[in-house]
């Protein structure tokens, strides 16, 4: 059995970003969900953070990424191949130490949305950072768990159980599967995700180990937020596992053109070398909050808002788009 996975805390040697490439996919929000990107990659690229490897997704994309990082220090920018931009899920898992990276089967989050190159970004990747990987036949995204760094992984049913990923597991089976490939010893399950995610239910848009032994889990912020009871059924469910839930508020409700309600969470932070950069959604009071809350359990690292409107029409945000590499 593997080593647990390293908590996103812990020292990073670099961390992977996906640039938003397709014209055809993002259409009038390609400019704007390349500008928050880019602020992502700059904010991570400060001094004694990250070294930044941002994977372009296709040719003609290519010159303007490199035109906006030439001289940048700490962003490498990566030719590659993907349908779109969302590492977490496409890319492997990274062991302790960077030596070795797990890699899964991809499916398009269950059919839904199947792209050409998707399922060998976890090999560019690998080629790239010259990183050995172990393969598993199973399906797996890498937004559906979350780690502590000594071997409890967080999840959710949701997802991990569906038909639409692995039909016929069961509970038992999954533990068994996510022992041998990522040093799990223990898995708490939480139930439904968030209304409206196209992932069926990632973890990291619910909960988040943000020490070894406190989970971020939201709290409604507003009185329309149409995720208030997910959110408190993850918080009492991290509670009977023994851990203390932080409740951090959330976005609120959030709706599309359509007047639907998206999945925007802060539990989209992404923990970085020195920093945590907290996603936002046009809110100043909601984002203020988050941010104070979070600024609690991570005292050392700068607490950085940053607007991830563009890049949740989507489908997600930071952590969505990014993955790293354990020192």
Not at 295 to 319: K, M, N, Q, W, Y
Request: proline letters at 8%; charged letters at 20%; one cysteine or more.
């Amino acid at each position: 059995m593997p080593t647990p996975i390293p908590a996103e805390w812990s020292p990073h040697r670099a961390m992977w970003v996906g640039w938003p490439s397709h014209a055809d996919l993002w259409e009038d929000n390609l400019e704007p969900a390349q500008g928050e990107a880019e602020a992502l990659v700059r904010a991570l690229a400060g001094p004694g953070r990250e070294q930044v490897k941002l994977l372009v997704g296709n040719d003609e994309a290519l010159p303007d990424a490199q035109a906006r990082f030439a001289g940048v220090d700490g962003v490498t920018v990566v030719p590659g191949r993907f349908g779109d931009i969302w590492l977490r899920d496409t890319g492997p898992i990274f062991g302790a130490g960077s030596t070795r990276a797990a890699a899964f089967r991809f499916n398009g989050w269950g059919g839904k949305y199947e792209m050409e190159f998707d399922d060998t970004v976890a090999d560019q990747i690998g080629k790239a950072s010259g990183t050995p990987l172990d393969r598993h036949d199973f399906i797996l995204e890498g937004g559906a768990v979350d780690h502590d760094g000594a071997g409890t992984l967080l999840t959710t049913r949701q997802c991990v159980l569906n038909p639409n990923r692995n039909p016929g597991w069961t509970q038992d089976a999954a533990e068994a599967a996510l022992t041998q490939a990522l040093g799990a010893t223990r898995v708490v399950w939480l139930g439904e995700g968030l209304l409206n995610d196209h992932t069926d239910g990632h973890v990291d848009n619910l909960a988040r180990f943000v020490t070894p032994d406190t989970v971020a889990v939201p709290i409604a912020f507003g009185r329309k937020d149409p995720n208030a009871d997910a959110y408190d059924a993850a918080a009492a469910a991290i509670a009977d596992a023994g851990f203390t839930p932080l409740r951090i508020p959330s976005p609120g409700l959030i709706l599309d053109e359509d007047e639907r309600p998206v999945p925007a969470s802060h539990m989209n932070f992404l923990i970085a070398n020195g920093a945590v950069i907290v996603p936002t959604y046009g809110d100043p009071l909601a984002a203020r909050l988050a941010c104070e809350a979070l600024a609690t359990v991570f005292p050392d690292r700068e607490i950085i808002p940053l607007p991830s409107i563009a890049i949740l029409s989507g489908g997600g945000s930071f952590h969505c788009i990014s993955q790293q590499e354990p020192a």
